[in-house]
């Protein structure tokens, strides 16, 4: 009994110096920092506390990426009405506003504000007319074109990580703000250099006493929101699938370094890659530029195809990798999916809706991966907070990819279909017309041809 009795000492002991030794103690203003009973409960309250907040935090930088592409339709309207150099001088300027404003605040709601509205709008007028003005200057090599303006971002994604992590150790996060708005206001400048080419569209005299004025703006809507590219399926189809595979579309991007920092603790220079990812991403730019420019047709979708099968793929094997270097086969793998994909879009939405509708087909497009892209990285988040690791966000990462992959190979097979059924209707219709025979000669009783004016 006595060594029973001592036995349940002991484990009260220990108890009582576990309680001592939890990591949320227990801060009231009248019991100071004394452990209760009830710190473990406590604790675990704490714990969603910071789960909530770290939630929310996510969403902030989810937010600015997704503004980008969820301002895209509204941005074709003003790069049409105002040009290019207007609408992205003016992106850039807002963009700088929103980053230089961040770094005076510390609130989290501003910054969903500034940096995750301000910012990421203008972004999004800044990015677009960037991508128009080149069909201003390019016409046959327009897809390498295309790749060699979207490979700068990859210049500035292999050195940004080396700036950031320097500024991160030297400064605090609000002058980190102030020298990347420098940026922004360098963008402003060069937006000027723009010098269209070609006129841009005029609005047309007003034809007073025939229209209302609801009439007007009716047709100005019109004009403007182009609904005319939903008409055609292979569109419709090909739109759905891309947004599909926008919604595990960033998550590497997004989690892979916390992921890193988690699962391999000695590795120090996690920046490595980010660098990764931005060379071969621009290597895939240059390379899909001119591949997509010798591919005829709508078989230049199979780019995109490839492109989110091994995105997929490359996503789900995160997990599986034991070692470093692993990883960065895995990085550089997603840097070349994400250059195939970015580079192939234009050269494809000009094939599916012609020329004179791929700016508006571009930003519906754009507008329509805004909230899978947005969606996709705090649902990783959650599932991280719930399962305790990253694994199961990572394998949740990889199956829209694939998914969106399913879908667009069968836009290509849509289309030959339907243009084969095209030529066999106007076939049929060439033989059952009766206003002339094969040898070109008048059928009995037909009427004699006017001549042409």
Not at 79 to 101: E, M, N, P
Not at 348 to 371: C, D, H, R, W
Request: hydrophobic share 45%; with cysteine.
């Amino acid at each position: 009994e006595r060594e029973r009795e001592r036995e349940r000492e002991l484990g009260r002991g220990e108890e009582e110096e576990r309680i001592k030794q939890a990591p949320y103690p227990v801060q009231s203003p009248m019991q100071g920092s004394i452990p209760q009973p009830w710190d473990h409960d406590l604790s675990q309250s704490q714990e969603l506390v910071v789960f909530v907040l770290l939630f929310s935090a996510a969403w902030v930088g989810a937010l600015s990426m997704g503004m980008i592409f969820f301002c895209s339709p509204i941005v074709s309207i003003f790069t049409d009405r105002l040009g290019c150099r207007i609408t992205a001088t003016a992106g850039a300027a807002v963009a700088f506003i929103g980053l230089h404003t961040s770094s005076f605040t510390s609130s989290l709601s501003l910054r969903y504000f500034t940096y995750g509205i301000l910012f990421g709008c203008g972004c999004s007028f800044a990015f677009q007319p960037s991508l128009v003005i080149l069909g201003h200057y390019f016409q046959r090599r327009l897809g390498l074109a295309n790749g060699v303006v979207s490979a700068g971002s990859s210049i500035f994604s292999i050195s940004f990580p080396l700036l950031i992590k320097t500024l991160g150790a030297k400064i605090k996060l609000a002058q980190t703000f102030q020298v990347l708005s420098t940026f922004m206001f360098i963008l402003t400048l060069l937006s000027l250099t723009y010098r269209p080419l070609l006129p841009s569209s005029q609005d047309t005299p007003n034809k007073r006493g025939v229209h209302t004025l609801c009439q007007r703006i009716l047709a100005q809507l019109r004009k403007y929101f182009n609904m005319r590219v939903f008409r055609q399926r292979t569109y419709r189809i090909w739109a759905f699938g891309i947004a599909a595979a926008a919604l595990g579309y960033f998550v590497p991007y997004v989690h892979l370094m916390k992921y890193v920092e988690e699962e391999f603790l000695e590795i120090k220079q996690t920046w490595v890659l980010l660098v990764c990812i931005g060379a071969t991403s621009g290597l895939g730019r240059l390379v899909s530029g001119r591949v997509s420019d010798s591919i005829p047709g709508l078989k230049k979708i199979y780019l995109q195809v490839i492109s989110f099968l091994l995105l997929g793929l490359m996503s789900m094997m995160i997990p599986l990798c034991r070692g470093f270097g692993g990883l960065i086969v895995v990085c550089l793998f997603l840097g070349l999916c994400d250059g195939f994909f970015i580079t192939s879009m234009a050269p494809i939405a000009f094939e599916l809706v012609g020329p004179m509708q791929a700016s508006q087909a571009i930003g519906y497009l754009l507008g329509m991966m805004a909230l899978p892209m947005i969606a996709g990285p705090p649902i990783a988040g959650l599932l991280r907070n719930c399962f305790g690791d990253y694994h199961v966000a990572f394998y949740f990462a990889g199956v829209p990819p694939i998914i969106g992959a399913i879908i667009l190979f069968f836009v290509p097979l849509m289309h030959q279909r339907m243009f084969k059924k095209e030529q066999r209707d106007s076939s049929k219709d060439k033989m059952l017309a009766p206003d002339a025979d094969p040898n070109g000669e008048l059928l009995p009783g037909s009427p004699i041809p006017e001549e042409p004016i």
